[in-house]
């Protein structure tokens, strides 16, 4: 009878413990994305962003806490670097090709005809 007490107040700390750390992880998220958070969990690593305003590019690496982009020029950009500039947000889209394409091999005019040849989907844009 102690036995199954003390278990039972064993799995409720343990998913409070993992209910805790779930809702810290979305508000760490939260902080540093704030209105890109959906971009931050419906894309995945490898996928291509464009500022439209910009022209800017790279492809999305996203790890447990951060999405980086990986632009031509070999920079790491946080994605909230890519997309806003001066503090304004600009027009952006996320797309998501079949096959792996590498950021070498890209330009923004070769992003616009795969897009129009239908072999990139648009994830989000707004």
């Known amino acids: 009878m102690v036995r199954k007490i003390i278990l039972r107040v064993l799995l409720f700390f343990l998913c409070l413990f993992v209910f805790m750390a779930w809702t810290l ?3 760490e998220i939260e902080d540093h994305y704030g209105d890109l958070q959906e971009i931050y969990f419906d894309s995945k690593t490898g996928d291509i962003i464009i500022n439209k305003q910009t022209e800017e590019f790279g492809i ?4 447990w ?5 990986i ?3 070999n920079d790491t950009l946080d994605l909230y670097d890519i ?11 996320v797309f998501r090709s079949k096959k792996e394409l590498k950021i070498e091999e890209l330009s923004f005019e070769k992003i616009v005809t795969l897009k129009k040849d ?6 989000i844009k707004n």
């Not at 999305?60 to 790890?63: H, L, Y």
């Not at 997309?83 to 889209?93: A, C, G, S, T």
């Open 65 to 69: 806490k951060r999405a980086d982009v």
């Open 25 to 27: 992880y979305l508000v």
């Open 60 to 63: 999305i690496s996203k790890n």
């Open 83 to 93: 997309i806003y500039v001066n503090q304004k947000e600009n027009k952006y889209e």
């Open 71 to 73: 632009t031509k020029k």
């Open 118 to 123: 239908n072999s990139l989907r648009t994830i």
